[in-house]
C-alpha cells in the first residue's frame, strides 16, 4: 500500500475506534501512530499507543457495538488536521458531535498527535 492521503490516514483512524478485536485494533493503530504519539480528550490523556489501546477498550466495553463516523471533510495544512465525527451507538442514536485537531509527522504518514473535543463549540 502506497502513502495515505490525510483523508485515508484519518479513516484508517477513525477504524481503529470501531475494531473489535484487540490484536486487529493494536495492527491497524500501528499503521497509523507515531512511535511518540499523544491522545488527549476532556476525558483522558493517553502518552502513548498502549495507553491509547486501553482506553479505546474502556470506551468500547461502556458503548458496546457503538461506531465513530467522520462526519466532515477533513481539512489540513502544514502538517495539521482538523475533523469532525459523532458517535453512533448500537441502536442507532447519535450522540453530539466532536471535533479533533491531529498533528501529522513530519512526512505525514502518521499521526503524532490527536486532540480531541466533545460536543459543540459555546457561543
Not at 490525510?6 to 475506534?17: F, G, K, R, S, T
Not at 485494533?25 to 501512530?33: F, G, P, S, T
Not at 457495538?65 to 459523532?86: N, P, Q, S
Request: include cysteine; charged fraction near 25%; glycine fraction near 8%.
Amino acid at each position: 500500500m502506497g502513502r495515505m492521503s490525510p483523508d485515508e490516514l484519518i479513516d484508517a483512524y477513525c477504524a481503529v475506534w470501531n475494531e473489535d478485536d484487540p490484536a486487529r485494533r493494536e495492527q491497524q493503530l500501528a499503521a497509523v501512530w507515531a512511535k511518540d504519539a499523544s491522545y488527549t480528550d476532556p476525558t483522558v490523556h493517553a502518552a502513548d499507543a498502549a495507553e491509547l489501546l486501553d482506553h479505546i477498550a474502556s470506551v468500547r466495553e461502556r458503548r458496546p457495538g457503538a461506531r465513530v463516523e467522520r462526519t466532515t471533510d477533513v481539512d489540513h495544512h502544514h502538517g495539521l488536521a482538523r475533523f469532525g465525527w459523532h458517535i453512533v451507538e448500537a441502536d442507532g442514536t447519535t450522540l453530539p458531535d466532536g471535533l479533533d485537531v491531529v498533528t501529522l509527522t513530519p512526512d505525514g504518514t502518521k499521526l503524532a498527535r490527536v486532540v480531541g473535543f466533545f460536543g459543540p463549540l459555546s457561543t
